[in-house]
């Protein structure tokens, strides 16, 4: 009851696939061109479509630290998410500014927040609710390179204790990885977990992929 307008289908999934499509001038010239992605069911059938926006001075110079904003629209062409994340810092070395991504639905009404904890040796992230009050937490190992495996980022209950679901990037082979930056990742979550917070788990996916598997070469 009461769901944002297009995220009904959510509340039937415990798993969503999203598949970055190839850029043929990126794939050949090497040139950074905004990202679209399709977001699908465990089935393949697409679900949702999103489409990054920004300048060419963000992606030229800030990648992949840029700044974007993140429209993910429906099979009717109706935007039903918006993931805004600004331009911060991903060091250790700077702790008060770190990334903070702010998840939409439907646009203009906060769903969520995925925010950047600071950890000396792993990549770590917390999910929040509209009022900002913790929710879930997330956990990836030290090392994101993925020699020839799968990349996982464990979702986690607030008392890091109980793993209850991932981030998975999926290894998509030696040709793939080195000539283009396509992504593929699964989300894995409880069935019944708020649509809301899964809208928040797939900003954290767009968050994970650009901070940790921007580079070409990642996942070799």
Known sequence: HNLPPGLE?????????????????????GTETSSKYEIKNPLGQRV???VEENGCFDRKLCSPLRAFTIRIADNAGREVIRVIRPLRCNSCCFPCF?????????????????????DPFLPKFTIQNQ????????????????CFDDV????????????????SKYWSG?????FTNTA???????????????????????????????????GL
């Open 98 to 118: 770190l990334q903070e991504l702010e998840v939409q639905s439907p646009p203009g009404t906060i769903a969520g927040y995925v925010v950047q904890n600071w």
């Open 48 to 50: 949702y479509f999103a």
């Open 174 to 178: 030696f040709v793939n990885n080195v």
């Open 184 to 218: 593929n990742f699964g989300i894995q979550v409880p069935v019944d977990l708020d649509v809301r917070i899964k809208a928040v788990m797939i900003g954290a996916c767009f968050l994970i992929d650009l901070m940790f598997f921007e580079n070409s070469l990642d």
């Open 9 to 29: 289908y959510l509340n039937q999934l415990d798993q969503i696939i999203i598949h970055q499509q190839v850029e043929l001038l990126e794939a050949v010239l």
């Open 152 to 167: 996982d980022f464990e979702v986690k209950a607030l008392n890091e204790m109980i793993t209850i679901g991932k981030i």
């Open 131 to 146: 009022s900002k009050e913790d929710v879930l937490k997330i956990s990836g190992p030290c090392a994101t390179c993925g």
